[in-house]
Structures are given as structure tokens and as C-alpha cells.
């Protein structure tokens, strides 16, 4: 059996992919999603947890510019946060909706379901840890993370090869 000797990718890759479990969550916005808002595009999830300072804020920005540098393709991607203990200053809310326009932030509720814990696991000590970003195909399947504090250029990278390659969304 051939097998090749590494990878190119720069995330980490989920093996087996993992399909998201059905959910429901209201976005800061007042609207509701479900699964089937991954339908169809390449997600990105940002996990983020608190007060949405400094750090987080620096995330939203990466993702909405690996969005962007993805020229032509930019439709085929989308961008979700999943905010855990939402902490918001007055007037954030209107803030982050304002910088970070298509942007679509959950809150999770206070009891997580199981199920979702563990299709966000990747390791033993946290499964949903802050600050990572998870790459969701247009099947709503997990298929690859970046750690918290990841170079958003290897992200962009893969992004491209991903979509250059796939046809996933086309259908």
C-alpha cells in the first residue's frame, strides 16, 4: 500500500474527520444557526472564551484577512466564532458587529452539549480549548486545527491548496 511520506498542510490534521453533531445556537445578533449553517462553505471556527480582549480581537482580524486573500474564492469561506462565558463590555457587542462585518458569533450555552465536547477534542487535557481555530469542510465534517497563537499565513496556505483542489462546495 502507497502512503506518502508527510504532509504539506500546516494545521493539524483530524484523522478520522469528524462530523459536527446537530446544535443550535443564537448569535449576538439575535439570530439563530444550526448545522446547516456549515453547509456548503468552508468554515472556519474560532473558539474564544471571556471577555473578547486584545487577543481575540487579533484573531477576528487574521481570519477576516485570510478571508480576504483569498481572492476569487472569498464566497466559498465563512467565519464563526463560538464564544464560551461571553464577557461584554458596554458597547461591545455593536463594536465587534461593526469591525467584523459577516463575521457570525455564537454564544454557547451555559451546559455544552457532550457530543459537541468531544467532536472538538483533539487532545485529553481540554477538549474545547480557547483560542484554537477549527477548519470545518462544506459536508460540516472537523477536519483541522491551528493552536492558539498559530501564524494565520499557514492557515491562508492551506486555505488556498483547499480550495484550489476541492470541489466539496460546488455541488
Request: with cysteine; charged share 25%; net charge negative.
Amino acid at each position: 500500500e502507497w502512503r506518502p511520506a508527510g504532509t504539506s498542510n500546516y494545521g493539524q490534521l483530524i484523522t478520522p474527520i469528524r462530523p459536527l453533531p446537530a446544535f443550535e445556537f443564537e448569535t449576538l445578533s439575535g439570530d439563530r444557526i444550526d448545522a446547516t449553517f456549515l453547509r456548503g462553505k468552508w468554515t472556519l471556527v474560532y473558539l474564544a472564551q471571556g471577555a473578547c480582549a486584545e487577543p481575540c480581537v487579533r484573531q477576528l482580524y487574521n481570519l477576516r484577512q485570510v478571508r480576504l486573500a483569498q481572492g476569487k474564492n472569498i464566497d466559498r469561506i465563512q467565519r464563526l466564532m463560538l464564544w464560551e462565558l461571553a464577557d461584554l463590555r458596554p458597547g461591545q457587542r455593536t463594536e465587534l458587529t461593526e469591525h467584523f462585518p459577516g463575521q457570525v458569533m455564537a454564544v454557547l450555552p451555559d451546559r455544552v452539549p457532550a457530543e459537541l465536547l468531544e467532536t472538538f477534542a483533539v487532545d485529553e487535557q481540554d477538549p474545547m480549548r480557547a483560542g484554537r481555530v477549527y477548519l470545518v469542510d462544506p459536508l460540516g465534517n472537523i477536519m483541522m486545527f491551528y493552536a492558539a497563537g498559530f501564524d494565520p499565513n499557514d492557515l491562508k496556505k492551506d486555505l488556498k491548496r483547499l480550495l484550489t483542489w476541492s470541489k466539496l462546495d460546488e455541488q
